[in-house]
């Protein structure tokens, strides 16, 4: 079965740190750039950054800019999310993504369950 | 920064057809992608590229896009159908991705 499973998610008190994992089963994401997207319970999707499939070429939303670092291991078939200077509008449910293409600018086709984040004191 | 603009609601009788638009500045000159996403669940691919319905999609949604405005319609419309709606295009200005606000679509 092709899938995508996050995890890392966590209660987290502003200013730390915290690290999301995504897992793909069922395909290799060597072929893909892969992405997170986050969303508020309740509110509309927000894409957050992308990755290239060689992880050469990264990008990210401009609220997350030189916070959040994107990186990959194909090897591993994993896609990760290292996010620092937490603040509280970084709670949100994030999803890992997997474009339809080499590039960071197709479609996307293949989404987790996702995992929450919450920043509290 | 690239804006997409939907309406926050539509609602449509069963049988009936919905169209969802998704609004931006020459979108026609992008290609626009979107997703259903029901109540508790991830968001799943329904058009893809203005027009490409992916496998398992029922041919019941169709795509458009032209000018400013970028629409998904839903033909013969089921109770099933009832969900949030959200379009997506690639800012090549910006190197960012961008999803509208999405449309919660009801069926009355």
């Known amino acids: 079965e092709v899938q995508l499973v996050e995890s890392g998610g966590d209660l987290v008190q502003p200013g730390r740190s915290l690290r999301l994992s995504c897992v793909a089963s069922?395909?290799?994401?060597?072929?893909?750039?892969m992405h997170w997207v986050r969303q508020v319970p309740g509110k509309g999707l927000e894409w957050v950054s992308g990755?290239?499939?060689?992880?050469?070429?990264?990008v990210y939303a401009d609220s997350v800019k030189g916070r959040f670092t994107i990186s990959r291991d194909n090897g591993n078939n994993s896609l990760y999310l290292q996010m620092n200077s937490l603040r509280g509008e970084d709670t949100a449910l994030y999803y890992c993504?997997?474009?339809?293409?080499?590039?960071?600018?197709?479609?996307?086709?293949?989404w987790g369950q996702g995992t929450m984040v919450t920043v509290s004191s | 920064s690239y804006v997409l603009t939907q309406p926050p609601s539509v609602s449509v009788a069963p049988g009936k057809t919905a169209r969802i638009t998704c609004g931006g500045s020459?979108?026609?000159?992008?290609?626009v992608h979107w997703y259903q996403q029901r109540p508790g669940q991830a968001p799943v691919l329904v058009m893809s590229?203005?027009?490409d319905r992916p496998s398992g999609i029922p041919e019941r949604f169709s795509g458009s896009n032209s000018g400013n405005t970028a629409t998904l319609t839903i033909s013969r419309v089921e109770v099933g159908d009832e969900a949030d709606y959200y379009c997506?295009?690639?800012?090549?200005?910006?190197?960012?991705?961008?999803f509208g606000g999405g449309t919660k679509v009801t069926v009355l």
């Open positions: 997506q295009v690639w800012d090549s200005s910006r190197d960012q991705q961008v």
């Open positions: 993504a997997k474009d339809r293409e080499l590039g960071l600018n197709d479609a996307f086709d293949i």
């Open positions: 990755i290239s499939w060689h992880g050469g070429n990264l």
């Open positions: 590229s203005d027009t």
């Open positions: 069922g395909f290799r994401i060597d072929d893909y750039a």
């Open positions: 020459n979108i026609g000159s992008k290609r």
